[in-house]
């Protein structure tokens, strides 16, 4: 199958068997038997095999995946094997807290640019970027190849910017603004709500179930 034609519920899973297979390849294991993953991960074999068989199945019967293997075909069908250069846009506390994780960049996700309407912020340094007037945004897009926005301003801002984000012909956008972007099908849209993973911590705590 193409990579292309993986299901995104497929997809989805994708990056923790790579978290995965990142820390087993670090601590210096070889391969490993889908039953042995499957206890790792609290995944069934069943679905570890039928997610693996999606792009070619990667294992040897008796002889199980071959982890480093895996590992780096994992991490070509997400593109991680490429350098994606990005921007924040919004350097208020949740666009300075990214910034400033530098575990991003070993992903191969490089912040280039950081940009914020409020002049107070202008020249401020984060990591060697200093913020930037939103006004650069369409120029600095053009000149550094940037392919992800991260946006990290309120909502009531986010959806003219990613319009103007998608006339600069940005392919994606990480959208933390609380509120639905309804862009072109072409833009790759991921949001993030970390209050939903709360509200599912609160529906566990209320229902006995931890
Ligand atoms: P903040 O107020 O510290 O920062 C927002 C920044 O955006 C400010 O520096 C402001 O000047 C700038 N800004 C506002 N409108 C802009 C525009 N049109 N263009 C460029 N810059 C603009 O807020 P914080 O805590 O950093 O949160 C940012 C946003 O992310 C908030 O709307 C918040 O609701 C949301 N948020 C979302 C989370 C999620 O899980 N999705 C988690 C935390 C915050």
């Given at each position: 199958?193409?990579?292309?034609?993986?299901?995104?519920?497929?997809?989805?899973r994708?990056?923790?068997?790579?978290?995965?297979?990142?820390?087993l390849?670090?601590?210096?294991?070889?391969r490993i038997s889908?039953?042995?993953l499957?206890?790792?991960?609290?995944?069934?074999?069943?679905?570890?095999?039928?997610?693996?068989?999606n792009?070619?199945?990667?294992?040897?019967?008796?002889?199980?995946?071959?982890?480093?293997y895996?590992?780096?075909?994992?991490?070509r069908?997400?593109?991680?094997n490429?350098?994606?250069n990005?921007?924040?846009v919004?350097?208020?506390?949740l666009?300075?807290?990214?910034?400033?994780?530098?575990?991003?960049?070993?992903r191969?996700?490089?912040?280039?640019?950081?940009?914020?309407?409020?002049p107070?912020?202008?020249?401020?340094?984060?990591?060697?970027?200093?913020?930037?007037?939103?006004e650069?945004i369409?120029?600095?897009?053009?000149?550094?190849?940037?392919?992800?926005?991260?946006?990290?301003?309120?909502?009531?801002?986010a959806?003219k910017?990613?319009?103007?984000?998608?006339?600069?012909?940005?392919?994606?956008?990480?959208n933390?603004?609380?509120?639905d972007?309804?862009?072109?099908?072409?833009?790759a849209?991921?949001?993030?709500?970390?209050?939903?993973?709360l509200?599912k911590?609160s529906?566990?705590?209320?229902?006995?179930?931890r």
């Amino acid at each position: 199958m193409d990579d292309k034609n993986i299901s995104q519920a497929v997809v989805a899973r994708l990056p923790r068997y790579y978290r995965y297979l990142g820390d087993l390849r670090d601590s210096g294991i070889e391969r490993i038997s889908s039953q042995d993953l499957s206890k790792l991960m609290k995944v069934t074999a069943s679905q570890i095999r039928q997610d693996f068989n999606n792009f070619g199945g990667f294992g040897q019967q008796g002889y199980g995946y071959n982890v480093e293997y895996l590992y780096n075909e994992i991490a070509r069908i997400l593109g991680l094997n490429e350098k994606h250069n990005l921007i924040i846009v919004g350097a208020g506390n949740l666009g300075q807290a990214l910034a400033n994780y530098m575990n991003f960049e070993r992903r191969g996700f490089i912040v280039k640019g950081i940009f914020d309407n409020d002049p107070d912020l202008y020249g401020k340094e984060l990591r060697g970027i200093h913020v930037q007037p939103v006004e650069n945004i369409e120029q600095f897009i053009k000149e550094n190849d940037i392919d992800i926005a991260v946006l990290t301003i309120p909502k009531n801002g986010a959806v003219k910017t990613a319009e103007l984000l998608v006339r600069c012909n940005i392919k994606a956008i990480w959208n933390f603004a609380h509120v639905d972007l309804n862009l072109p099908d072409h833009i790759a849209v991921e949001n993030v709500h970390l209050s939903d993973s709360l509200m599912k911590l609160s529906y566990s705590i209320v229902n006995g179930n931890r």
